[in-house]
Nanobody, 123 residues
């Protein structure tokens, strides 16, 4: 496993932007593909975005496609989630996660998790 520490998040008005960061540490980090999930109150944790296991392929949930962007800084072992045009329905606790398998949409595909950070979008 890798250790993941998140930062960012907070309260923003609808239409605004936020950036989440996830710093990774651990000797096996290079073998992990990183992604983001979110969990709203009373709902299951859902996939948001991730890198493919091989190469630079990106995958996004339909609900965030065109508004959110996942990126990474390999020199800093950090993954980002830039969130633009935020909507109230984006309100959730956001988690970064790491996996080593091909599957990516299910939370059980991931074995390393950040601590979570709250994102609240007001209308």
């Amino acid at each position: 496993q890798v250790q993941l520490v998140q930062s960012g998040g907070g309260l923003v008005q609808a239409g605004g932007s936020l950036r989440l960061s996830c710093a990774a540490s651990g000797r096996t980090f290079s073998s992990y593909a990183m992604g983001w999930f979110r969990q709203a109150p009373g709902k299951e944790r859902e996939f948001v975005a991730t890198f493919g296991l091989i190469g630079s392929t990106l995958y996004y949930a339909d609900s965030v496609k065109g508004r959110f962007t996942i990126s990474r800084d390999n020199a800093k072992n950090t993954v980002y989630l830039q969130m633009n045009s935020l909507k109230p329905e984006d309100t959730a606790v956001y988690y970064c996660a790491g996996r080593r398998g091909l599957g990516y949409r299910n939370q059980y595909d991931y074995d390393s998790w950040g601590q979570g950070t709250q994102v609240t979008v007001s209308s």
